[in-house]
């Protein structure tokens, strides 16, 4: 990795909730480099999209960034900037793009506006220059008649384009760091392909890092450098995004991967991970992934598993990187011997 | 012409030229303005114990095909034959005795479940409905359909909201088993659902089918879950089947341009292999307003697309056996080079095939 941009020491976010208080991101340690496109995966209920709002601090009661947590950003620490500071990092330092344009768009102003307003709050500019950059944005994003569409609403464009202005948006102060949650998934394949062309082309010339939080592996292999996979709000894999598709240790990532299925692959029944992700106010004791693990044993009761080096930058939060051995001996994981979702 | 149907099965489900246009109206008494063509002209053959999959981007009319083969919304016009019935003339009272043989289940399973019935009525309702059950047998049947679908019995007194997405999905699933049909219609079944539970649920769909003979309509975005569960499929754009074939055929060698993009759309899940794309210019063009000729020429990258493309409605026809596809460069075609020329057109057809819309290597 190159030089850090953002580093997560030991995030907690807890969320206070009249049924317990639930950890939905616990412990969680990972650093962006600059210029590096990092990919988080899990299923959803695993603590993806509520590490990124809080990256921006943007939890709402009852959800708390528990105290001990570190974010460092540019050498700063997040958690110690007062809110006018951190709206300063926000847009333009840090910038989101939102999984569902139409809801991250607001329905009665025009996109100039919208793309115009991040360029008056955040570089003082008056508004015939804020839509001049409106449009300069637009034609960067490759919307075609910028002048036109600048003046248009939301609902007047597609999905793709409505994702393509949200880009836009993003980029306008250009920022450090894009976080991208899940930008793709409710476009068409098509328009998919076009959007995450769009995204690497772009940060790629300006020099940005990406964290892209998805839940689709092939984006992932595609698109990113380095996969962070987490699972019941802790990382429980980390990789280059070779070394994680070709040796993957966690047996949750090795899940992940055995129920994608693949265009030009084998034909096999798909593997599954049987059972769902826990309620995150009750986390399972030890290791959280046991009671869907085909390789659990005692051990993976009694003592929670640390992130374990296995070599060259990859870590894996499974104690069968001290018995390797246990993997030849595969059982049908507690989940499934319960009946509730057997497949 | 031979509809474009399984080589050597007599159809459990025909559908001939089905259409449905939604009237635009205007103005304060509702003049018809024009029409949203959400399908038109549709036509294929499902066999008995088949899967065939409905691909295409959102708004293509995969779904509203799916919807007015079952009648839950009335087609403009067409033919729709189950098993030697004719759908579209039945009355209320014979539809709704049909409708133990066609099933659906439904993309969202959050909203597809009534919130204030517990998981045992929601099941047990098409039991009463069509007289199949009543009583102690009826609740022997519930309990078994959970089972068959893994769930466990004494789920049945519980509610929606207390179970996952894949759950609910089985939830769907039990209830359009349990009146014992022979074709489903699959409506994004598995699109809502996170990957581990998408192959939970797609596994549990092809047990079925195997155990019951079941035929499914799978209508679908996602081509690398239809790769997976078809037998046939049907590419649908703007309305129209463009493309219709043998689930091998369509990946291994997918003829009409737009099949291609899409397939070459799809993310390759290994690293280091960046797949080339055919990157498809601007956005689907509106229903209301389609292009003319074939839908598709004003985004397709043919080499040999020309003026006729814009004139000449291309048939869906039989390029190579069992696989149909729409388009009158690719050949051969029965639209004449004559005609061709007739129409302005410059460039004799020839076969294209991108590397990029393959996913296997060769």
């Given at each position: 990795m190159t030089t850090p941009l953002l580093e997560l020491e030991n995030l907690h976010t807890f969320f206070y909730t009249d049924t317990g208080v639930a950890r939905a991101v616990d412990g969680v340690s990972f650093a962006v480099g600059v210029g590096e496109t990092v990919g988080v995966v899990g299923e959803s209920g695993c603590g993806k999209s509520v590490t990124a709002l809080s990256i921006l601090r943007l939890v709402r009661p009852p959800g708390r960034i528990e105290p001990g947590s570190v974010m460092r950003f540019e050498g700063k620490d997040l958690m110690a900037l007062d809110e006018s500071e951190m709206q300063h990092v926000r847009g333009n330092r840090i910038a989101m793009v939102f999984q569902e344009p139409m809801t991250a768009l607001n329905p009665v102003f025009t996109i100039g506006d919208q793309i115009g307003e991040v360029a008056r709050v955040h570089a003082g500019m008056n508004k015939r220059e804020a839509l001049a950059k409106a449009v300069e944005m637009l034609k960067l994003v490759g919307i075609p008649a910028p002048e036109q569409r600048a003046g248009e609403y939301p609902h007047q464009l597609s999905g793709g384009m409505r994702q393509r202005v949200v880009i836009a948006m993003a980029l306008v102060m250009n920022p450090a760091l894009v976080i991208a949650d899940e930008p793709t998934t409710a476009l068409d394949v098509t328009i998919q392909a076009q959007i995450l062309e769009l995204l690497g082309d772009l940060t790629r010339r300006l020099g940005t890092s990406v964290l892209l939080i998805t839940h689709d592996l092939g984006v992932v292999a595609e698109n990113c450098t380095r996969v962070i996979v987490m699972y019941a709000g802790e990382v429980v894999e980390e990789a280059a995004t070779s070394e994680l598709f070709a040796h993957a240790h966690h047996p949750y990532t090795e899940g992940l991967l055995g129920a994608m299925p693949r265009v030009g692959g084998e034909k096999d029944r798909l593997a599954t991970i049987p059972g769902t992700v826990p309620p995150p106010t009750n986390w399972p004791k030890g290791c959280r992934f046991r009671d869907r693990c085909?390789?659990?044993?005692e051990r993976c009761e009694a003592e929670h598993p640390p992130l374990y080096q296995i070599g060259g930058g990859h870590t894996s939060r499974c104690h069968l990187a001290e018995e390797p051995e246990r993997r030849q001996h595969p059982h049908p994981p507690l989940a499934a011997q319960r009946g509730a979702t057997a497949a | 012409m031979t509809a474009p149907a399984h080589a050597d099965a007599s159809p459990l489900l025909s559908v001939r030229d089905l259409t449905k246009h939604f009237p635009i109206k205007r103005g304060i008494f509702g003049r018809a303005a024009g029409a949203v063509r959400a399908v038109d002209g549709v036509t294929f053959d499902v066999a008995p114990g088949e899967t065939l999959a409905l691909v295409g981007e959102s708004g293509c009319g995969k779904s509203t095909t799916g919807r007015a083969i079952l009648r839950l919304i009335e087609p403009t016009s067409g033919s729709v034959q189950f098993d030697g019935q004719d759908v579209l003339a039945l009355d209320a009272a014979e539809l709704r005795k049909l409708r133990r043989r066609m099933q659906i289940v439904f993309q969202d399973p959050f909203s597809s479940l009534n919130p204030r019935m517990s998981i045992g009525a929601i099941v047990r309702e098409g039991l009463t409905i069509h007289h199949l059950a009543e009583g102690g047998a009826a609740d022997a049947r519930v309990h078994q359909l959970l089972e068959e679908v893994g769930l466990r019995p004494e789920y049945a007194s519980r509610y929606p909201h207390e179970f996952s997405g894949g759950q609910r999905q089985r939830v769907g699933i039990a209830r359009a088993l349990s009146v014992e049909?022979?074709?489903?219609?699959?409506?994004?079944?598995?699109?809502?659902?996170?990957v581990s539970v998408q192959a939970q649920v797609v596994n549990l769909l092809q047990d079925l089918q195997r155990e019951r003979g079941l035929a499914y309509l799978f209508i679908a975005h996602d081509l690398s879950v239809v790769e997976h569960i078809a037998d046939r499929v049907a590419v649908m754009y703007l309305g129209h089947v463009v493309e219709l074939a043998p689930v091998a055929k369509l990946y291994g060698e997918p003829i009409m341009p737009y099949t291609q993009a899409l397939l070459s759309a799809v993310p390759a899940p290994?690293?280091?292999?960046?797949r080339e794309r055919i990157l498809l210019a601007g956005d689907v063009p509106s229903p209301a307003n389609p292009p003319s000729g074939c839908v598709f020429h004003p985004r397709c990258q043919h080499p040999a697309r020309d003026a006729a493309c814009a004139k000449i409605v291309p048939p869906l026809e039989e390029k190579t056996p069992g696989h149909w596809a729409a388009c009158i460069k690719q050949p051969p075609t029965t639209v004449s080079w004559d005609d061709q020329r007739a129409a302005g057109a410059t460039n004799p057809p020839e076969f294209f095939l991108p590397r990029a819309a393959l996913h296997r290597s060769a």
């Open positions: 085909p390789y659990s044993w | 049909p022979s074709f489903i219609v699959c409506d994004e079944p598995v699109s809502a659902l996170d290994e690293p280091g292999v960046k």
